[in-house]
């Protein structure tokens, strides 16, 4: 029945797919459909390889479905991908230039919108606009002292090895990879403690479902409204500050939007590189001598994984300025496109020596004039995360099988539901106790942050 030999059958949880199996559809048919694929379900999370091996069938972009009714191009070939990233003159960021959007057949409640929608921030601007902000950002992040960073990294590493140590388990992501870069963050951007506990409530809150999210992010929007106003007042050696004194001369919306952008960048993409780490270190033998600290060798999972399973597999949104063809794909202005980083950095046409030749030619921090500015410090953190908890607890091993693991559904991310760990027990003597967002552990509050946790918590305990 298949008549074109090399072709694909689609994906579990594809539309084609029933149709394909029930035989009302040859290969042909199917290819011409073109049926949108949705990226959203429990399937697509569990194997998104085969989906990306069933898109690029229809050229280098192919069209999918990133929830119920929101439609995409997702570009899946690398030299594609380039081209799209690096010709800001022909793709714009301006997400004001969505046409399924501003003509009303997205809604605004729609789940994907927080993603994709426009913010004044350098991540969603064009042209002068894009380089006037994009400058302070980069400057700011630039004034970042590696040392520093790396002290505050274990810091906080030992701080929350010590809330789990004594139990012999632990779920790596959520009790160790999401918590880290939270805490982080309060510090470079100079939180005093009871405005760094409502910002670590209001940031984890918008990328949990069991948040009330519509509270979290007001929580979040309200601390950096005080932490804006507290640093034009006393301004110190943050990125906050910095901004705030840079030429671009930054409103405080802006100043808001700006941080914004940071934090979403920095937390879950970061605590996904940290998780998804771990996750190979601990589960492959070619890395087994990272247990003992080799820093090298955690680069080189860090780098695998940027190949392999980007933290953020499909995002970068673009809206051609005009009806055009990519790569022989027609693409019309104000259409939605999505870069695939982890289909077109597993592109066929690459070399499988990629890894090795070409380490950081990944699209893992993105490309072009839109890649991500905070590489370095993102990278650090999540060498020295994994080192330090590999130096305390050098037994720690996954304690369940690696193909076990459950893969988080949505259509942006590679992320982790859970990464349980189990080790010998450490008695560490006691200190005041964070509290945890694991299942297994007393969960967060749910209606705001108690006074005196997290972010303060961490304070008392290293002040002590």
Not at 103 to 124: I, K, Q, T, W
Not at 158 to 178: I, M, P, T, W
Not at 327 to 356: C, K, M, Q
């Amino acid at each position: 029945m298949n008549s074109h030999p090399d072709f694909v059958s689609p994906p579990p949880g594809c539309p084609a797919h029933d149709a394909h199996n029930a035989g009302e559809h040859d290969a042909q048919d199917a290819q011409e459909a073109e049926a949108p694929v949705p990226l959203y379900g429990p399937e697509f999370a569990a194997s998104p390889a085969s989906y990306y091996d069933y898109l690029r069938q229809f050229g280098p972009a192919a069209p999918v479905e990133l929830s119920p009714g929101v439609s995409a191009m997702l570009v899946t070939d690398y030299t594609a991908a380039l081209h799209v990233l690096q010709n800001p003159e022909r793709y714009s960021k301006d997400a004001r230039r969505w046409r399924d959007f501003a003509e009303g057949r997205v809604a605004e409640d729609s789940s994907v919108v927080p993603m994709l929608g426009y913010r004044p921030n350098c991540l969603f601007t064009d042209g002068a606009e894009h380089m006037r902000l994009r400058q302070a950002v980069t400057d700011s992040l630039a004034r970042v002292d590696s040392h520093r960073l790396s002290r505050h990294i274990e810091r906080v590493s030992g701080y929350l090895v010590g809330q789990f140590a004594h139990r012999g388990s632990v779920d790596l992501l959520n009790d160790y990879a999401k918590m880290l870069p939270l805490l982080v963050f309060n510090e470079i951007f100079g939180c005093p403690p009871e405005i760094g506990d409502r910002l670590i409530y209001g940031t984890s809150g918008i990328f949990d479902a069991d948040v009330d999210a519509e509270n979290a992010n007001k929580e979040l929007t309200q601390a950096l409204v005080e932490l804006v106003a507290l640093k034009r007042a006393q301004p110190g050696e943050d990125i906050t500050s910095w901004l705030m004194q840079h030429s671009a001369k930054l409103t405080d919306e802006e100043m808001i939007h700006q941080l914004v952008m940071l934090i979403a960048a920095g937390t879950e993409p970061q605590r996904n590189l940290i998780a998804n780490g771990l996750r190979l270190v601990l589960s492959d033998e070619r890395f087994s001598g990272g247990r003992y600290g080799g820093s090298l060798l955690v680069e080189d999972a860090l780098d695998e994984v940027l190949w392999d399973a980007p933290p953020m597999a499909n995002y970068a949104p673009h809206y051609p300025v005009q009806d055009t063809e990519l790569f022989g794909v027609p693409l019309e202005a104000g259409e939605l496109v999505l870069i695939s980083f982890a289909a077109a950095n597993t592109d066929p046409a690459l070399p499988s020596s990629r890894h090795t030749l070409s380490k950081r030619a990944h699209l893992g921090w993105s490309a072009g004039p839109h890649a991500c500015p905070a590489k370095d410090p993102a990278q650090l953190i999540a060498v020295v995360a994994i080192e330090k908890l590999l130096n305390q607890l050098p037994d720690i091993e996954l304690a369940v099988p690696v193909d076990s693991l459950v893969w988080r559904p949505g259509p942006f991310h590679r992320a982790l539901a859970s990464l349980p760990a189990r080790f010998t027990p450490v008695r560490l003597p006691p200190k005041p106790a964070l509290p945890s967002s694991s299942s297994a552990s007393q969960a967060a509050p749910q209606a705001g942050p108690e006074k005196g946790t997290w972010w303060s918590s961490f304070l008392t305990w290293w002040r002590v």
